[in-house]
């Protein structure tokens, strides 16, 4: 059984950081590529950023980029998101998300991720 599982969120001032992890379980982790994905109140779920299989490929939404930095350490089954220069805006229920992907990753497409944590909530206070 797959499993899927974030913490590290919380509440944090304008300008602080957190690091969001993500452990998944059930599933050859090298195999997936991973994604970070956000949906605040009354918003779709949105892409935040993805990192392929490997690690060597990322990408960012444009409102993070510069902000965040996705990593992964396959040997640890375990994802991470690295918040820095936190801001009001990005306040919302983080989700980290397994896709079968060979290759890169996409962001956009949330439906080609099939495996999907329940969520660690992040608020930024101005």
């Known amino acids: 059984q797959v499993q899927v599982v974030e913490s590290g969120g919380g509440l944090v001032q304008a300008g602080g950081s957190l690091r969001l992890s993500c452990t998944a379980s059930g599933l050859t982790f090298d195999a997936y590529a991973m994604g970070w994905f956000r949906q605040a109140p009354g918003k779709e779920r949105e892409g935040v950023s993805c990192?392929?299989?490997?690690?060597?490929?990322?990408y960012y939404a444009d409102s993070v980029k510069g902000r965040f930095t996705i990593s992964r350490d396959n040997h640890r089954n375990t994802l991470y998101l690295q918040m820095n220069s936190l801001k009001p805006e990005d306040t919302a229920m983080y989700y980290c998300a397994a896709s079968p992907r060979a290759g890169g990753c996409v962001i956009t497409a949330l439906h080609t991720y099939n495996y999907w944590g329940q969520g660690t909530q992040v608020t930024v206070s101005s």
């Open positions: 990192i392929s299989w490997s690690g060597d490929i990322s």
